[in-house]
C-alpha cells in the first residue's frame, strides 16, 4: 500500500513538472512547426487545401490537426518506417507531434505575439529560381465535363549545344484541372509526335505511343524510340525535382537540338477552365562530372482479373554496370495497393529500398536516399507489387473490368523508377538488362521512359 501511495505520489510531481506544457502557444512553438513541416503545401496555391499561416487561418483545423497528426496522415508520408533512410522524409519527429496534441489539448491558444517566428519567404509561384522558362504558347480551355484524352504540347528548347540541369520543377497554370503534367525530351532526329505542331494542343491518334490504344499497339510489337526520356513532373504532393547532389557533381543532360514535350493529364473540374503550364530549369554553370538518369524497370504484361482484391505483379532488370543510386519511385496508377523495390546484388543479399504498404496513386514520390547508395555491376532491381481490383478500392472507377497496361488513371502501370548517376558520357541505353528483352514489356519501356 505505502508503494501504491508512493507511485501516486511519483504521478504527482511528474504531473507537475510537465505543467509548463498547458503553456504551450502557437506563436511560440506550433508557428515553428508548421513553417518547418506544413506551409510548403498549406499555404494559398499550394496543393493543401487550407493555409496555415496565421493564427486565425489555422485555428479552425486544431481539432483535425490533432487527428492528422496522431494517424499520421499528416504530413503525407508511405514508406514503411522499417526500411531505408530518406533525405526527404516528410514525416514529423514524436516531440513535434506531442507539441501539436498539446496545443490542442490546452485549447489552443494563441500566445503572445512577440514570440511569433518571422514569416518564412516562399518564391511567388515558383520554388526554384529557374535560369529558363518554357510555357505553353497559348492558354488551352479544359471543358466542364467528360474525360479529356491525354494532350500533348511540344516547345522546342532552343538549345543549340548540350545543356546540363540541376533543378527543376513544372508549375501547372490551374492545379483545378491539372491532375498531373510530365515533362519529357524528344531528342533531335525522333519520330515521336512527329506530327504535333509546336505551340498547338496534340492528341496523338489511338494507337501512337500516348494514344489511347498504345497498350494494344505495343503488343503488335513496334520499336519506339527509346531515347525519349521522362525528365520531370508535376503531381499533387511532388515537390520540384532537384537534381544536383554536390557530393558527385550530377546534372541531367538535355541534348543539343531537343524538344520538350509536355504531357497534360486535365481532370475537368465541373466548370470550364484555362491552364497554360510552365516549365523551369535551373541550369549548371559549367560541365558537371556525371550524368543522372532515370531508369526503369516494369513490366506491362500483367492482365488484372475483374474483382480480385490482391493481384500480384512482379518486374525485374539487372544493372549492366555499377551506379550511384539516388532515389526510387514505386509508380502504379489507381488500383494500385502496395509496392516493394529491392535491390538484389550479386553476393545474393538484398536490400529494400522502399517499401509502400498503403500505395496511393494520388501520392506521388520520389524516394531520395540520405546516402547514396553504390550499387555493383549485376546487382538486379526488383519489384513486386500488388492491385486492388475489388469494390473496397475507394479509387476503383470499375472493379468489373480486367485491367493491363495503359497510360490513363483508369489503366494501370507497374513501375519501378530508379535514379543512378553514372559517368557522363555513358549511353543510358546500355545500363539496364531487361528481364524479357525483346518483349512488350521493352516495348512499352518507351511508354513511360
Ligand atoms: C505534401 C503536402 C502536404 C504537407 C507537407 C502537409 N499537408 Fe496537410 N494536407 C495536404 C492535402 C493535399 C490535404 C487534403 C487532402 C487530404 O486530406 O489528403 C491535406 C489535408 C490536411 C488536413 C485535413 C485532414 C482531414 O482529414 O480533412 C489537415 C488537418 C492537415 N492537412 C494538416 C497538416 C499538418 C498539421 C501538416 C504539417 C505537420 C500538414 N498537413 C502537412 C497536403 C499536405
Known amino acids: 500500500m505505502k508503494h501504491f501511495v508512493g507511485l501516486l505520489a511519483m504521478g504527482t510531481v511528474a504531473l507537475a513538472a510537465t505543467t509548463p506544457k498547458s503553456s504551450v502557444t502557437f506563436n511560440k512553438d506550433v508557428l515553428p512547426i508548421l513553417q ?7 499555404r494559398p496555391g499550394e496543393v493543401g487545401p487550407m493555409a496555415f499561416l496565421t493564427y486565425d ?69 515558383w520554388n526554384i529560381k529557374p535560369d529558363v522558362v518554357f510555357e505553353v504558347a497559348k ?12 494532350t500533348y504540347f511540344v516547345i522546342p528548347t532552343g538549345f543549340t549545344k548540350d545543356t546540363w540541369v540541376i533543378d527543376g520543377e513544372v508549375r501547372p497554370g490551374n492545379r483545378s484541372v491539372v491532375h498531373h503534367a510530365t515533362m519529357y525530351l524528344r531528342p533531335p532526329g525522333s519520330q515521336w509526335m512527329k506530327d504535333a505542331k509546336p505551340g498547338e494542343a496534340y492528341v496523338p491518334p489511338p494507337n501512337q505511343r500516348g494514344g489511347r490504344q498504345f497498350e494494344a499497339n505495343a503488343k503488335a510489337g513496334p520499336k519506339e524510340d527509346m531515347r525519349n526520356e521522362w525528365f520531370m513532373g508535376y503531381v499533387p504532393g511532388l515537390f520540384p525535382q532537384s537534381y544536383f547532389d554536390p557530393t558527385h557533381q550530377a546534372a541531367k543532360l538535355i541534348p543539343a537540338g ?82 516493394i523495390m529491392k535491390l538484389e546484388y550479386p553476393t545474393g543479399e538484398s536490400e529494400t529500398l522502399v517499401s509502400v504498404p498503403h500505395y496511393n496513386y494520388l501520392w506521388q514520390n520520389l524516394y531520395f536516399e540520405d546516402k547514396p547508395i553504390e550499387v555493383p555491376k549485376g546487382t538486379k532491381v526488383d519489384i513486386s507489387c500488388h492491385w486492388d481490383n475489388s469494390i473496397n478500392n475507394p479509387l476503383n472507377p470499375d472493379p468489373s473490368k480486367s485491367i493491363r497496361w495503359g497510360p490513363q488513371s483508369f489503366d494501370e502501370m507497374l513501375v519501378g523508377f530508379v535514379g543512378v548517376i553514372v559517368d557522363r558520357d555513358v549511353n543510358p541505353e546500355t545500363l539496364l538488362i531487361r528481364a524479357k528483352p525483346g518483349s512488350k514489356a521493352e516495348v512499352a519501356t518507351a511508354a513511360v521512359n
Not at 508520408?77 to 490542442?104: C, E, M
Open 36 to 42: 518547418k513541416n506544413c506551409q510548403v503545401c498549406h
Open 57 to 125: 487561418g489555422t485555428r479552425p483545423w486544431a481539432k483535425a490537426m490533432k487527428e492528422a497528426v496522431l494517424t499520421k496522415k499528416m504530413p503525407p508520408w508511405f514508406a514503411d518506417p522499417q526500411y531505408g533512410h530518406y533525405a526527404n522524409d516528410r514525416r514529423l519527429s514524436d516531440p513535434d507531434i506531442k507539441t501539436l496534441v498539446a496545443w490542442v489539448d490546452a485549447g489552443a491558444p494563441e500566445g503572445d505575439p512577440k514570440d511569433k517566428p518571422a514569416p518564412v519567404h516562399f518564391n511567388d509561384g
Open 139 to 150: 492558354p488551352y480551355t479544359v471543358p466542364a465535363s467528360g474525360t479529356v484524352d491525354y
Open 258 to 339: 531537343s524538344d520538350i514535350v509536355i504531357e497534360m493529364h486535365y481532370t475537368p473540374s465541373g466548370k470550364g477552365a484555362e491552364d497554360q503550364t510552365k516549365v523551369g530549369l535551373v541550369l549548371a554553370k559549367g560541365l558537371p562530372k556525371k550524368r543522372l538518369v532515370n531508369l526503369n524497370v516494369l513490366d506491362a504484361s500483367f492482365d488484372i482479373p475483374p474483382n480480385d482484391p490482391n493481384y500480384a505483379g512482379h518486374a525485374s532488370a539487372t544493372l549492366a554496370q555499377p551506379v550511384t543510386l539516388i532515389y526510387s519511385q514505386p509508380h502504379m496508377h489507381m488500383r494500385g495497393k502496395d509496392m
